[in-house]
Every structure is written in structure tokens, then in C-alpha cells.
Nanobody, 112 residues
């Protein structure tokens, strides 16, 4: 099972930006879908963004126009660029690839 390690979380003020990275233990050029999920305290984990092998992306409505997912096959990395962050984006962000590989999560806190 592929191992995933996230990085790039932290504390940022509203309106700020963060870039999350997910490093995979093997080539992601064979992984059909890579995705970012998030889970806020007391809430269910939700899909934030996904990207297929062919580059087709899908976003949660509330992050459209603010977040961008991309994959760099040669570096076995998936990134999530998050701009104009809002307090409601505060959550633990997880990298995921089917059928069941999850990273350990990285905390994103948006607060003034």
C-alpha cells in the first residue's frame, strides 16, 4: 500500500495562503486518483479536491476558485494551493489515494 506524507500546514490569517504537499512512497503516475480531504472538529471528513491521472479535477463548491490541486508525476507529489483562506477552512487536511491509503494529516488553522 502506498505511503503518503503531508506537509505545509500551519496558522494563517484570513485572506492568506498556504500550499500543502503530499509525498508518495511510490510513483504516482500509476495512481488513478489523488485527493485531499479535510476534517474539522465535530464534523465528518469531506472531499476537498481530487485529480485524475489525466488531470481532470474536482472541487468542493466552497473552495472553487480559491484552491488548486495539481500533481507532479515526476516528483511523486500532489499539492493543494489554498488562497484567500477563511476561518471555515480550518481543519486537518489529509492526502488520499484509492483504495485506502491515507496520510497522517496536516493541521490548517485560519485565524486572526
Amino acid at each position: 500500500q502506498v505511503q503518503l506524507v503531508e506537509s505545509g500546514g500551519g496558522l494563517v490569517q484570513p485572506g492568506g495562503s498556504l500550499r500543502l504537499s503530499c509525498a508518495a512512497s511510490e510513483s504516482i503516475s500509476r495512481l488513478f486518483v489523488m485527493a485531499w480531504y479535510r476534517q474539522a472538529p465535530g464534523k465528518q471528513r469531506e472531499l476537498v479536491a481530487s485529480i485524475s491521472l489525466g488531470g481532470v479535477t474536482n472541487y468542493l463548491d466552497s473552495v472553487k476558485g480559491r484552491f488548486t490541486i495539481s500533481r507532479v508525476n515526476g516528483k511523486n507529489t500532489v499539492t493543494l494551493q489554498m488562497n484567500n483562506l477563511k476561518p471555515e477552512d480550518t481543519a486537518v487536511y489529509y492526502c488520499y489515494t484509492p483504495p485506502g491509503s491515507w496520510g497522517q494529516g496536516t493541521q490548517v488553522t485560519v485565524s486572526s
